[in-house]
């Protein structure tokens, strides 16, 4: 590495847009439909047919394992944000159980429904739960298998629910399903993941919202405001999933047990309507058209992340089954059934209908919506079973228009009576562009406060013992990276990137109490480039340890793309109590 030169070399753009495809094929019950060729698929990019350049069919019941990228120091004094060999299926799935956009009631539903998804689950299975609230919470990680969601809810079982009905998925919702810890657990030894999956199947991360309640002087006012909040908020962390989820090889999939994602106004009416008027004709009724929903710049880049990340999202409606007031007892009988103001036409109206938010995240991110049932688990288990087994298609777009548009990605198979799932489209990017200063710093701040990883982008950090010097405590760190994805090449045979390594002290309420930035210019020959390809790249870093600080972490960020990568290291063991 070494500083770029001003000298105005043109650049070579050796950028091969690619668009990835991940589809799931069933057939009438449900189950996958295996043995597809690559001949048996069409893939159609705004109307016009494309030449598949990459097939591969995935069991994704066969375990698979990643390692940590060659060069990486070894050692426990090492952090990574790659995935490690843990014996998981090459799928990964995250349920979000949201609390932010949810009502009280719902949530005490989805909690019931979730306790009896898990205990169906086999004790071999992975899945991560996450909770969305003004934070994120990670209550159990998707790399480690279900035992201890199975162990949780058997002793929830045992503390919450008395008698023989332990077991039984037809118990009511009751009281303990909306009352947090209405029987506070007595084991005193029990682990800190332990405690989290105990505190979450008790409903204790359950929140009372009053802005959704519309209750209140001022409600209007103060239920606009927070929905605002609560858009920003939800798509915010819904990156940070899928900037983890990016680096993980196989089918992703994100079940969101949710209220409403159409309250958040923040869909346009791209491919709404289609959507809309296929279920209507499926379910045989007329309803009235859906409002336009705006589509802001932070959704629409959420969704690009989704689809980059190649997550698949299956929105579950936590309110379950709505119930409707037929009000037989107030007809006329003189009403024509059938005419504008007839009875049939009114009830139709007062039908619960699809959440269309909920509706067109899935379609675009080739997930299925669940709603109006009781059997949320049902939907659940449907979302972990299309991971199964999947087919990966990719292709070179041959349309030249790369202004930002949305354009739509039709996937068909020549066999009949099967549903096919993939992502409805892509955003047409040009080449990206840095962000602005103010919101560079808004982004990074968001990266370090979170729970997760970053992972578009991979790297490790080796951490030194402290030292106490004339400058106080210090703390050494070596990042190891291979900035290849972060290159491009000149005209003039070199590589060049632009990109930032920053290094954010936090204490224990994720206040920032230090950032140290390292730029890096990058300009290699050919040579230069091979090698760095070949072994990655290290830089040093001396840090003076800040008082109070609980961890450090370290973002990779490429100033051209925004992409990052991130590691979080729990400083404890490096102060002069625990240094060794």
């Known amino acids: 590495m070494r500083p770029q030169q001003s000298n105005g070399a043109s650049v070579l753009r050796l950028t091969t847009r690619v668009v ?87 949530q005490g539903v989805g909690l019931y429904c979730l306790r009896k998804f898990v205990r169906q689950l086999d004790p071999r299975d992975h899945i991560g739960i996450y909770v969305l609230g003004e934070d994120l919470a990670v209550v159990h990680e998707f790399s480690r298998d279900a035992s201890d ?39 005193s030894d029990e682990s800190a993941e332990d405690a989290r999956l105990d505190r979450f199947f008790a409903g204790k991360d359950n929140h009372y919202n009053f802005w959704q309640q519309g209750t209140g002087s001022g409600s209007a006012a103060y239920q606009r405001d927070h929905l605002a909040i609560a858009g920003e908020t939800t798509t915010t962390w819904l990156e940070v999933i899928a900037r983890q989820l ?28 289609e959507y809309l008027t296929g279920w209507r004709k499926d379910a045989g009724v007329t309803v009235t058209g859906s409002p336009l929903l705006k589509n802001g710049d932070d959704m629409e880049r959420m969704i690009r992340l989704m689809n980059n990340a190649g997550i698949a999202v299956y929105p579950v409606d936590a309110k379950g089954l709505e119930a409707v007031d037929l009000d037989f007892r107030d007809r006329p009988n003189s009403a024509s059934v059938g005419s504008p103001t007839g009875p049939v036409e009114d009830l139709l109206a007062r039908m619960p209908r699809p959440d269309p938010g909920a509706l067109e995240i899935a379609s675009r991110t080739g997930g299925r919506a669940f709603y109006n049932r009781n059997d949320l688990e049902t939907g659940i288990r449907r979302a972990l079973n299309d991971s199964r087994f999947t087919y990966e298609l990719a292709y070179h777009p041959d349309h030249d228009r790369w202004k930002g548009e949305w354009r739509k990605i039709q996937v068909k198979v020549n066999r009949p009576d099967v549903t096919v799932l993939a992502r409805a489209g892509y955003f047409a990017m040009p080449d990206p562009r840095p962000l602005p200063p ?42 190891h990276m291979n900035p290849q994805s972060m290159l491009t090449m000149q005209e003039n045979g070199h590589w060049k990137g632009n990109f930032e390594v920053m290094f954010m002290q ?75």
């Open 149 to 187: 969601l199975t162990a949780a809810i058997g002793r929830y079982d045992e503390r919450h629910v008395s008698g023989p009905r332990g077991r039984s998925e037809s118990r009511p919702v009751g009281k303990d399903d909306f009352t947090p810890g209405a029987k506070k657990a007595t084991v």
């Open 246 to 273: 990016s680096g993980v090889p196989g089918r992703k999939t994100l079940i969101w047990v949710t209220d409403s994602i159409g309250q958040l106004g923040l869909f346009d009416e791209n491919d709404l309507d």
């Open 506 to 580: 936090l204490d224990a309420k994720y206040k920032l109490l230090d950032a140290t930035q390292k730029n890096v210019d990058a300009d290699l020959d050919s040579k230069e480039y091979a090698e760095i390809v070949r072994k990655g790249w290290d830089l040093p870093a001396q840090l003076k340890f800040m008082p109070g600080a609980t961890v450090l972490c370290v973002i990779l960020h490429d100033k051209s793309s925004d992409a990052a990568g991130s590691v979080r290291i729990p400083l404890a063991a490096y102060t002069a109590a625990g240094a060794h």
């Open 438 to 479: 103010k919101s560079r710093i808004e982004f990074l701040s968001q990266i370090a406060a979170s729970p997760l990883n970053a992972a578009e982008l991979p790297l490790s950090v080796q951490i030194g013992s402290s030292a106490t010097g004339a400058m106080g405590q210090e703390l050494t760190a070596r990042v």
């Open 20 to 106: 990835n495809i991940n589809v799931v094929v069933t057939d009438r019950q449900g189950n996958p439909v295996k043995g597809l060729t690559k001949d048996d698929f069409t893939v159609l990019d705004a109307g016009q047919a494309q030449k598949i350049s990459f097939f591969t069919a995935v069991n994704n019941e066969q375990p698979y394992a990643t390692a940590v990228a060659p060069g990486v120091p070894p050692g426990p004094d090492t952090y990574t944000n790659t995935l490690v060999n843990s014996g998981a299926d090459p799928s990964v799935t995250i349920l979000l159980f949201d609390t932010l956009n949810s009502h009280w009631t719902s």
